[in-house]
């Protein structure tokens, strides 16, 4: 069975960091590109980023609104994504979460999600 | 950036019922659309892709139907478990995709 884990949310002020976690298993996670997928109160979900597997030299791509402040990252050993935020902004209080691509850009599998919330 | 757009916001059913909901695109987006299910705190899942494809171990009471700017999720005869909020994403292979702003399914 597929599972994805995420950790690592909580409360951090403005301009603070936090790294969360996606632990992934069922599945052979080296071969898959991974994202990472918010979604606000009261908003639409969002694409955040995205991490290719090796064969693509785990090239990463991000959205414009967190390109420069968040950087994604894994370690295929650990069965592990990572999702580094630094200067959080309140607009990044959402649900953060993890998620498998197939094939064409597909979502198949998505973590529960992990809440992060930006605030003084 | 191509804009998806769900209709209604909220439906009230009861179980039963057959209910649809619409998504729209701001433009032509083929067949490349997918549906999910999301109950609260829970994973999002994966119901139909391809506008049209039911995915592996969804109940076949789910069907999607569509192309190019107009698509259509249905549930044919709602059982409880099944109120819950859906979402419509355009995907393809460029870089990112887009939502609709979801769909909430509850109880009459």
């Known amino acids: 069975e597929v599972q994805l884990v995420e950790s690592g949310g909580g409360l951090v002020q403005p301009g603070g960091s936090l790294r969360l976690s996606c632990v992934a298993s069922?599945?052979?996670?080296?071969?898959?590109?991974m994202d990472w997928v918010r979604q606000a109160p009261g908003k639409r979900l969002e694409w955040v980023g995205r991490?290719?597997?090796?064969?693509?030299?785990?090239?990463?791509e991000y959205a414009a609104s967190v390109k420069g402040r968040f950087t994604i990252s894994r370690d295929d050993s650990n069965n592990s994504l990572y999702l580094q935020m630094d200067s959080l902004k309140t607009d990044d209080t959402a649900v953060y979460y993890c998620?498998?691509?197939w094939g064409s850009g597909l979502i198949d599998y998505w973590g529960q999600g992990t809440l992060v919330t930006v605030s003084s | 950036d191509i804009q998806m757009t769900q209709s209604p916001s909220t439906l009230s059913a009861s179980v039963g019922d057959r209910v649809t909901i619409t998504c729209r695109a701001s433009?032509?987006?083929?067949?490349?659309l997918a549906w999910y299910q999301h109950r609260p705190g829970k994973a999002p899942k994966l119901l139909i892709y391809?506008?049209?494809n039911l995915e592996s171990g969804v109940p076949s009471r789910f069907s999607g139907s569509g192309s190019g700017t107009e698509f259509t999720l249905t549930i044919s005869s709602l059982q409880p478990d099944d109120f819950a909020t859906y979402y419509c994403?355009?995907?393809?292979?460029?870089?990112?995709?887009?939502f609709g702003q979801g769909t909430k399914l509850e109880i009459k």
């Open positions: 433009q032509s987006i083929n067949t490349w």
């Open positions: 994403q355009h995907y393809n292979n460029d870089l990112f995709y887009t």
């Open positions: 998620a498998r691509l």
């Open positions: 391809k506008a049209s």
């Open positions: 991490i290719k597997e090796r064969a693509h030299s785990y090239t990463t």
């Open positions: 069922g599945f052979i996670f080296s071969d898959y590109y």
